[in-house]
């Protein structure tokens, strides 16, 4: 991490001071930094049908949204081009992220780069996870309201704050960092052409979270076995539901059980699974097993961008599968590059054929 990404503070004080309590500008934390992506990079991406990009423009007090691909995206005066999971794309933008590795990086999301025209923004709002805003080129005033019941405004297509009324006004200005704990509202204006660039975190709704456990619990396998009635007598209300059927119902639901196990699975699962849209590129002329497994003894291997590891306890997950884990593979999940002779061959050998990591070049 760049020591001034926190402005000198140690990661330690900046998380008891200031993650998930109040906002923190850091003044220069990347000097020199213009954002992760040229104007015509971000078009480029914004044309492509695997990549989430959104143009938000106002006319007046009118909102209006157009989800990409954007065949050929000119920026209107007064507007800004979103492009999600830049980090996914650009070596750059996966540099940044990985640049809050003091955070876990089971919490980390993805980066999103905005280009806003004089006059951009995508309006008052307020995001429910943490965000860090790094401003790139051009200056953007921030007007920041502490959480609170926020009202919405209703009918428009964007999550816009009703009776929006900023306590703090911030000018940030190339290679700032501001820090946003969830729930304050905030408006992002372009004095000029900007670029931003957001360090999304991810923090799972207890509704997605549930509603992904009970995917997980059909895929594992759901209680078989039919009703059957041979006892049955004549109804005498047709329209009851026989009191047998209900217990049956009952019983079978019981049978439906997880332990904390199930849960970690899930979790490390559900964490590591990439987005429908992300393609792995297989290497186009891929090394021999054997040669490949006398590289790994002496060249580090290094997890592609897209690939998401990360471990629980005993087991290793990456890219939505399971495995046991183990010293080696802790450390290429710590640290994403790393010599790693002792990790089974086989299974790294997989996961280059795959796609998923790449051994370094040989100095
Ligand atoms: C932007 O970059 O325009 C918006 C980012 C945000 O408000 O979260
Ligand atoms: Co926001």
Redesign the pocket.
């Known amino acids: 991490m760049s020591d001034g990404l926190l402005g000198g503070m140690s990661a330690r004080e900046f998380l008891r001071r200031y993650w998930q309590k109040r906002p923190l500008l850091v003044r220069g934390a990347l000097p020199g930094f213009r954002g992760v992506a040229s104007r015509e990079r971000l078009l480029a991406l914004a044309a492509r049908a695997d990549v989430e990009s959104r143009l938000?423009r106002r006319r007046g007090a009118r909102w209006s949204v157009a989800h990409g691909p954007f065949a050929r995206a000119v920026l209107p005066r007064d507007s800004?081009l979103?492009v999600q999971g830049v980090n996914l794309h650009l070596a750059a933008a996966d540099r940044l992220l990985r640049a809050f590795s003091f955070l876990p990086q089971a919490r980390l999301d993805d980066v999103?780069?905005?280009w806003?025209a004089r006059g951009?923004?995508?309006g008052p709002?307020f995001?429910s996870y943490d965000?860090f805003?790094l401003q790139g080129t051009g200056r953007?005033v921030w007007r920041l309201q502490r959480p609170r019941r926020w009202q919405l405004v209703e009918g428009a297509p964007l999550k816009l704050i009703e009776g929006f009324e900023p306590d703090e006004e911030i000018l940030a200005e190339p290679g700032d960092l501001l820090y946003?704990p969830p729930g304050w509202g905030?408006?992002?204006v372009?004095l000029e052409e900007c670029v931003?660039?957001?360090v999304?975190l991810r923090a799972p709704q207890g509704e997605e979270l549930a509603s992904a456990f009970l995917d997980f619990l059909h895929d594992r396998g759901l209680p078989r076995g039919t009703y059957r009635d041979p006892g049955l007598r004549p109804a005498r209300r047709s329209g009851e539901i026989p009191r047998a059927l209900a217990d049956h119902a009952a019983r079978t639901l019981r049978r439906i059980r997880w332990r904390r196990g199930d849960v970690e699975n899930f979790l490390g699962v559900y964490l590591t699974t990439p987005k429908v849209q992300v393609v792995f590129a297989r290497p186009s002329r891929p090394l021999a097993r054997a040669a490949f497994a006398r590289r790994l003894r002496r060249t580090p291997v290094a997890l592609d961008r897209r690939t998401l590891m990360l471990t629980l306890g005993a087991r290793l997950f990456c890219n939505g599968e399971t495995y046991p884990a183990s010293r080696a593979l802790r450390a290429l999940a710590d640290r994403r590059r790393a010599l790693v002779p002792a990790a089974p061959a086989d299974l790294l050998y997989g996961w280059y054929l795959a796609g998923y990591l790449q051994l370094e070049r040989d100095p």
């Open positions: 938000v800004t979103l999103m780069v905005s806003a951009g923004g995508v709002h995001d965000v805003l953007r946003l905030h408006d992002g372009a931003t660039c957001s999304g």
